[in-house]
């Protein structure tokens, strides 16, 4: 069973930028999918995007696609997601979610992370 | 608002049967798989269907999905007050390449 930890709470002043990590442990890192989802407070799931190290591929939400880079370090067995450009209305927990590279699931979800934008 | 459309609340007395459903278009439940999501309060979600229907193991038989068209439908009989929770489908959507979710449903066991 694939298990993925995130790193912790994040503080963002407006305009800045936040980099998450998400580590596996377990399994084969490349064959897998790695998304970022994230949920503001009280609201429901978003995709942000994702990278399949495997194919060498990365994929954005068309509302993302200007402000997220998703890159994968496996050697470390690690994904990460930056978010630039930060406003308020990021103010969101965002979480990594695992599938198989080729199949269409989110089997496994790291334990989110806080991120807060605030002046 | 969400590409894939949900009831935001439904509810059921323990025991009883309670069904959600998650609208959606040609482009992703349409000809796509159809997944769904539980996520209790204030944890992460965690996998309940995929490829529309199987579950993954440790998930009861009491939970079951389906799809007809463009619309696919989460069934959970024998309500514990453990079920209560957010419920979220999801299907990639190819129009838009881009993986797409349902608003969510909360379900209140009574």
């Known amino acids: 069973q694939v298990q993925l930890v995130q790193s912790g709470p994040e503080l963002k002043k407006p305009g800045s930028s936040v980099k998450l990590s998400c580590k596996a442990s377990?399994?084969?890192?490349?064959?897998?999918?790695f998304n970022w989802v994230r949920q503001a407070p009280g609201q429901g799931l978003e995709w942000m995007g994702r990278?399949?190290?495997?194919?060498?591929?990365?994929n954005y939400a068309p509302n993302f696609q200007s402000r997220v880079t998703i890159t994968a370090d496996e050697t470390t067995y690690t994904a990460y997601m930056e978010l630039s450009s930060l406003r308020s209305d990021d103010t969101a927990i965002y979480y990594c979610?695992?599938?198989?590279?080729?199949?269409?699931?989110?089997?496994?979800w790291g334990q989110g992370t806080l991120v807060t934008v605030s002046s | 608002q969400s590409v894939l459309t949900q009831p935001p609340s439904v509810s059921a007395a323990p025991g009883q049967k309670v069904t959600i459903s998650c609208s959606g278009s040609s482009s992703n439940i349409g000809n796509n798989y159809v997944s769904w999501y539980q996520q209790l309060p204030g944890t992460a979600p965690k996998l309940l269907i995929y490829d529309t229907l199987a579950r993954p193991s440790g998930v009861p038989d009491r939970f079951s999905g389906s799809k007809s068209g463009t619309s696919a439908t989460l069934d959970i009989t024998g309500l514990l007050t453990g079920d209560e929770a957010d419920y979220y489908c999801?299907?990639?959507?190819?129009?838009?390449?881009?993986?797409?979710f349902g608003g969510g449903t909360k379900l209140t066991v009574l």
């Open positions: 990278i399949i190290p495997v194919f060498g591929t990365t």
């Open positions: 377990g399994g084969t890192f490349s064959t897998y999918a």
């Open positions: 979610a695992k599938g198989p590279a080729a199949r269409p699931r989110f089997d496994s």
């Open positions: 999801a299907a990639w959507d190819s129009s838009l390449s881009s993986w797409v």
